[in-house]
């Protein structure tokens, strides 16, 4: 997937008031005819800057040139949740940690209905610190969606995957009688791909999820059973694979459940492959 790096460039018109030093619109190169915008479904991919595991990303969608559908998100670099999936669940926690207002998907909920609204990015006037005052209830950085909203309206319609934009999940059936765990599978689907996939699980004693308990040391794959890699590396490929190949179908299962088709994965993958496919069935 390719990087779009966009720059701001503040800019006035003659005989209009021109915004502070402080208030940087950004300079809209989104081409317009008389009738709006081409139809059509667009999409921009910001870098994970700095410190940050997030990478920014916009989809739209235009019909009778008109804005009618935008998604903002964020990827991590890591693998898992994305950010809207991520604060839904409580796991961002803007309110608690931050005391913010709102919550991050909600406040980047109002700042897509604004586009919608404005059917013009610029219309986001961010300030030096790439918030903006511009939309009521929003204190979160809008520098990025804007920037991402303009850069994808200014190349144009791409073409979609297969897939209907949206969250996923499926979980196994019941707890597994000699591990204790329930595999769960959350996919995110923007501009009909697959762009972030979370595989996990969660024990009937309850406690932490399996990803959390591997990261700790708690889990021990390689202490405990030699393996090369802790058991949430492995599954981070997995997830990975998954996304660039975009089905569950190209993860080949040998008869024990483990896949020779992914480089460094030697735990078993069949619970991942058929918990994506089920996924993704309400995705067709």
């Known amino acids: ?38 139809d059509g479904s667009y999409y921009a991919e910001g870098a994970a800057e700095g410190d940050s595991d997030w990478q920014e990303v916009v989809a739209l969608q235009v019909e009778a040139g008109k804005i009618v559908a935008v998604n903002w ?4 670099k890591n693998g898992g949740l994305d950010k809207k ?47 903006t005052d511009a939309v009521s209830g929003v204190s979160i950085t809008a520098s990025g969606f804007a920037q991402l909203a303009d850069a994808a309206l200014k190349a144009g319609p791409v073409e979609r995957g297969i897939y209907k934009d949206g969250s996923y999940y ?36 309850r406690g932490t999820d399996k990803v959390t308990r591997s990261k700790s040391g708690e889990y021990g794959m390689k202490e405990k059973g030699n393996a ?23 993860i080949a299962l040998g008869d024990d459940g483990s896949t020779d088709a992914i480089s460094g994965v030697s735990i078993h993958v069949n619970g991942f492959v058929e918990l994506a496919a089920k996924a993704l069935a309400g995705a067709k």
């Open 85 to 131: 999936a991520l604060s839904k669940a409580g796991g961002y926690g803007m309110k608690e940690k931050g005391n913010a207002a709102a919550e991050w998907h909600e406040q980047a909920e109002k700042l897509e209905q604004f586009l919608i609204e404005k059917q013009d990015p610029a219309a986001v006037i961010v300030n030096d610190d790439g918030k």
């Open 170 to 205: 499926a979980e196994a059936d019941s707890f597994d009688e000699n591990s204790g765990w329930k595999e769960t599978v959350s996919l995110t689907v923007m501009n009909g791909n697959i762009v972030a996939a979370s595989w996990n699980g969660v024990h009937k004693d």
């Open 1 to 38: 997937m390719s990087l779009l790096l966009v720059a701001v460039v503040a800019a006035g018109c003659g005989g209009e008031a021109k915004p502070t030093e402080s208030e940087k619109p950004v300079n809209s190169t989104a081409p317009q005819s008389a009738d709006g915008y081409a």
């Open 73 to 76: 998100n964020a990827l991590n």
């Open 228 to 250: 090369v890699a802790e058991w949430h590396e492995q599954a981070y490929k997995a997830e990975q694979f998954l996304i660039e190949k975009q089905d569950p179908a190209a």
